[in-house]
């Protein structure tokens, strides 16, 4: 059984996770993996898959070791003062949609066209360094030494395989997924009946990613604590000996890695996004022939698009690309509206979602003035699996530096 949590990690967060393997293999431009638009042809309509991540990834999202203790908080995963944090069995975390009015009746489609024509009003800035800060949710967990020998010996499988055959771009891909496949049967083994408790990481990031070609990308992060989502969580935890649920990870990272927007997409970078096509009909193409060139394995293109929406609404796209990404979205099957709701941070917007196959939500939070998505979400039965509030987009003229309000 693939193991879901980690799959439906925003695909930014999968890109940073997925440094290393960058490094090691990343002789040659990786835009070359992928052509230039073709004509759009409409998929059929569908509901939306499980997203499948690359082995090197969802190990790397498990930040979990075996020894040690951690600070546990309340309130961090709802942005709430800890006197407000809902009781256990109604905590914000599992619906995500807390100040959601019960009588606010909002069409999904009417809403993002709307969007669409609010985007168009945006006046595009200019800077140095394109910054975001978000705060994310994501599940971590304990996992015994016998599941970290399995992850190792995997990994060094894997290494083997790419060294012998030079495996780059979509070969290396495939590979990938061979031996997540592999990862998600020794989870299994390990788990058959799931973890034995449940628990979040939270934590702040910054991102400055340059302008111009070759300058220095920062990662930082701060304010990581784990949140369990019930008493019952925590106590089992305890019982197990508080093993250490936070790796101990670099705060601030520095390098100049080319930056591809996410592993779908990788000939859309920082340099590139703002010249993206202004058209629904010219975007769905682009987006579609882009989707084509990717490896076949389980690949879905309704769960590519909301995916690609993502990147690009916290991406410095132009206000005309953006406005059909709200468009394309409009046109998508299976779309509705979670009304008028509050984001982790307390902020006001409007839900739209869309359903998978095997009982996932996948959710956007948008504000109604501006366009801006505010929040992203994946829930399962109601409850978050990875959730990322985007606190602050913009542009800045200094790396480390906030935008200048």
């Known amino acids: 059984m693939t193991d879901r949590t980690f799959a439906r990690l925003k695909p930014e967060k999968l890109d940073e996770l997925a440094e290393a393997g960058y490094r090691r293999r990343r002789d040659g431009d990786l835009a070359r993996a992928f052509a230039e638009a073709r004509e759009e042809t409409r998929p059929e309509p569908r509901r939306l898959p499980a997203r499948r991540p690359v082995f090197l990834l969802a190990a790397g999202a498990i930040a979990a070791v075996t020894a040690g203790a951690v600070v546990v908080s309340t309130g961090v995963l709802t942005g709430t003062p800890p006197a407000q944090v809902p009781p256990p069995g109604t905590s914000q975390v599992a619906t995500g949609e807390a100040g959601a009015s019960p009588t606010a009746k909002i069409d999904a489609r009417t809403f993002l066209l709307a969007a669409a024509d609010t985007a168009l009003r945006e006046k595009p800035g200019s800077g140095s360094y394109w910054y975001v800060r978000q705060r994310t949710a994501s599940p971590t967990g304990y996992w015994p030494k016998k599941f970290w020998d399995g992850v190792a010996k995997l990994q060094r499988q894997e290494q083997a395989e790419i060294d012998r055959t030079g495996a780059k771009d979509d070969e290396l891909v495939a590979i990938n997924e061979k031996y997540n496949k592999k990862l998600a049967e020794l989870r299994e083994s390990v788990y058959p009946d799931g973890p034995p408790f449940k628990a979040y990481v939270v934590e702040t990031e910054e991102q400055w990613r340059p302008k111009q070609a070759g300058g220095t990308n920062r990662t930082k992060r701060s304010d990581r604590e784990v949140v369990f989502p019930t008493p019952q969580d925590e106590a089992e935890w305890r019982r197990l000996g508080s093993p250490k649920l936070l790796d101990d990870r670099s705060q601030s990272v520095d390098d100049t890695l080319p930056r591809?927007?996410?592993?779908?997409?990788?000939?859309?970078?920082?340099?590139?996004?703002?010249?993206?096509?202004?058209?629904?009909?010219?975007?769905?193409?682009?987006?579609?022939?882009?989707?084509?060139?990717?490896?076949?394995?389980?690949?879905?293109?309704?769960?590519?698009?909301?995916?690609?929406?993502?990147?690009?609404?916290?991406?410095?796209?132009?206000?005309?690309?953006?406005?059909?990404?709200?468009?394309?979205?409009?046109?998508?099957?299976?779309?509705?509206?979670?009304?008028?709701?509050?984001?982790?941070?307390?902020?006001e917007g409007v839900s739209v979602a869309v359903d998978s196959d095997d009982g996932y939500e996948f959710r956007l939070v948008v504000d109604e003035d501006t366009a801006e998505l505010l929040e992203y979400a994946v829930a399962e039965k109601g409850e978050d699996a990875t959730r990322v509030t985007f606190e602050e987009l913009g542009w800045t003229d200094k790396l480390g530096r906030r935008p200048q309000s």
């Open 260 to 347: 591809p927007l996410s592993i779908s997409n990788m000939d859309i970078t920082l340099q590139n996004v703002g010249d993206l096509p202004t058209s629904k009909k010219a975007l769905a193409a682009r987006l579609r022939a882009q989707f084509d060139r990717l490896p076949d394995d389980d690949k879905e293109f309704d769960l590519y698009l909301w995916q690609t929406a993502v990147d690009l609404m916290t991406a410095p796209t132009s206000p005309g690309t953006r406005a059909a990404v709200f468009r394309i979205l409009a046109d998508q099957p299976g779309i509705r509206s979670g009304g008028e709701v509050k984001d982790a941070a307390g902020r």
